[in-house]
């Protein structure tokens, strides 16, 4: 099904959009660079550009540099922001304390995320950083776009912010860091209303969602991950801009399970493409990696010679589950086993490809904190149809968003939720049977527990009675 | 709604601390109106950081609200 924006869609011209002249844009030569001081005496920040890895400390230097070539009326922010910004964070080096103030009242009109408030305690010192809010602005699907666009938000943001940006965090927006609380609304107003951007999610929202690549460029994708995340992203705009939930909820799409966005490990619901028929086989092009005419793995580790392709040692042996075998000069698979790995598709893209009964894994409760340890989420749906407008993935969402928001204590992720109440509960919630899967060992599983009406005789059995027969 | 508003407010002015979660009113509007579900209680969050009654406060990470006027409810 072809691709259906829900709106028209309009085509950025950096031409016509454009804020900054080139002369502007390039206005220091190499020699400047090199003879370049910052305002403040900063030598751990010097001494960070050094060693053989590119320094957040160097493009601060050009950046602040180029502030200092331009003209005063096309900057609304101070010209000094960069290099405030390293004098203070020399001053934390020096005193091994932070001198950010963080989160606060900032927004935009309406919305409840999007925008993550800091001031400066230092702002006598350093009062072109009192205030240094970060946006998040929602990327587009794939981290997909133009460099018209990506020039537009350069140049909205080197004259309202810093000009200070990452690309990307971690959850995939565009962040932009550093600027005053003034600015916050027609900055806001211009990526709405011209770059027809919409900010991305913070605080105890459902943050912005992320795709792979997905169908746009991948032949294994087996959902169109951008089209789900755009539909979803859409539908669910009220959670995503007014925070009511515990704590923040992540959506992730990968369109197989190689993972590219790593949807496993870092999202609350996790929507993994998957099939459910069988690996498709081309026996002559097995043939053809055999013999050496293709280059295994795409050719991706061709600069080194690994000596003759060997499908036993690099395919088969490799498998997980071991179910594959060769037979009569064939490959065979025993797809009943398989668990997706998808080492052996990898390895020989042009013999194997995923099934044609496509569609998507959901897996729930993966949280990556900075100071706890990483947990996973669990495989819980193992196959969905996946076709839009996504009805069937949207009641499970909903399922999962009454359960969490009222059981769910305050800054409790899902994940947690589920270790705590039990993945019993969660599958009630889901209204789904257990799997033999959801067990790791007989015996000691502490989540899934028998229900009364599930044994015969129920609780009432007398244990008397059944001790008299079975002595220990 | 204008009930759900109500208990909100009310729990916003009397509240202990001036910020709180949105479980806490969650909590506060059905100790008063024990059948009011999430939903209408976040769309009348809502209206009320609409009419700038109510108002945001994030860490980044999470979120808390505030009522307009009460503890710190400026930007510094």
Not at chain 1, 137 to 160: G, H, M, T
Not at chain 1, 230 to 256: M, S, V
Not at chain 1, 267 to 295: H, L
Not at chain 2, 1 to 19: N, P, Q, R, Y
């Amino acid at each position: 099904m072809a691709f259906e924006p829900n709106e028209e869609q309009k085509v950025l011209k950096y031409d016509e959009l454009r804020i900054y002249t080139d002369e502007e844009l390039n206005n220091y030569t190499d020699e400047e660079l090199k003879e370049f001081k910052c305002k403040h005496d900063i030598p751990d920040m010097d001494e960070l550009e050094k060693g053989p890895w590119p320094s957040f400390v160097a493009d601060c230097k050009r950046e602040a540099l180029h502030r200092r070539n331009l003209a005063d009326d096309r900057m609304m922010i101070d010209r000094d922001v960069v290099e405030d910004m390293l004098g203070q964070l020399q001053v934390s080096f020096d005193e091994g304390e932070t001198h950010w103030k963080h989160g606060g009242i900032v927004g935009v009109f309406g919305y409840g995320g999007g925008v993550i408030g800091r001031y400066s305690d230092l702002q006598e010192r350093f009062p072109s950083i009192a205030h240094f809010h970060t946006m998040r602005i929602n990327q587009p699907a794939s981290k997909f776009y133009s460099s018209d666009y990506l020039r537009c938000v350069c140049d909205l943001w080197e004259y309202r912010g810093s000009g200070m940006m990452n690309l990307h965090g971690s959850t995939g927006d565009i962040i932009c860091i550093g600027t005053f609380t003034e600015q916050l609304e027609p900055i806001f107003y211009e990526l709405g209303h011209v770059l027809q951007q919409d900010l991305g999610g913070s605080g105890s929202n459902l943050r912005t969602p992320a795709c792979c690549i997905g169908k746009a460029r991948c032949e294994w994708s087996c959902i169109d991950t951008q089209a789900m995340c755009y539909e979803l992203t859409h539908y669910y705009q009220d959670e995503l801009h007014r925070p009511a939930f515990p704590y923040k909820f992540k959506f992730k799409f990968d369109g197989c399970p190689n993972g590219c966005v790593a949807s496993i490990a870092r999202s609350d619901m996790s929507f993994i493409g998957t099939w459910k028929d069988d690996i498709r086989i081309d026996q002559e092009a097995v043939q053809a990696y055999i013999g050496g005419e293709f280059a295994p793995n795409a050719g991706a580790h061709a600069g080194k010679d690994w000596g003759k392709f060997d499908i036993e040692k690099e395919v088969i042996n490799l498998c997980p589950t071991k179910c594959m075998w060769m037979e009569d000069g064939k490959l065979m698979i025993d797809n009943r086993e398989c668990t997706r790995c998808m080492h052996c598709i990898n390895t020989m893209p042009r013999a194997l490809k995923p099934g044609v009964e496509t569609g998507v894994s959901i897996l729930f409760g993966a949280k990556a904190p900075i100071l706890d340890g990483a947990q996973m989420s669990l495989l819980t749906i193992p196959f969905m149809e996946c076709e839009p407008p996504y009805e069937n993935i949207k009641e499970v969402v909903e399922k999962i968003w009454e359960w969490w928001p009222e059981e769910g204590k305050n800054r409790e992720r899902l994940g947690e939720l589920i270790q705590r109440q039990g993945v019993a509960k969660l599958l009630k919630v889901l209204g789904i049977p257990p799997m033999p899967q959801m067990v790791k060992e007989p015996r000691s599983n502490p989540y899934i527990f028998w229900k009364e009406e599930d044994v015969p005789g129920g609780w009432g059995r007398d244990i008397n009675d059944y001790r008299s027969r079975h002595a220990i | 709604m204008e009930d759900i508003k109500e208990a909100i407010l009310a729990f916003a002015e009397k509240s202990k601390k001036s910020k709180f979660y949105f479980n806490d009113i969650q909590k506060a509007v059905q100790k008063v109106i024990p059948d009011a579900k999430a939903k209408p209680i976040k769309k009348a969050a809502t209206a009320l950081i609409n009419e700038e009654k109510l108002i945001y406060f994030s860490t980044g990470s999470s979120t808390m609200y505030g009522l307009k006027g009460r503890g710190q409810t400026e930007d510094h």
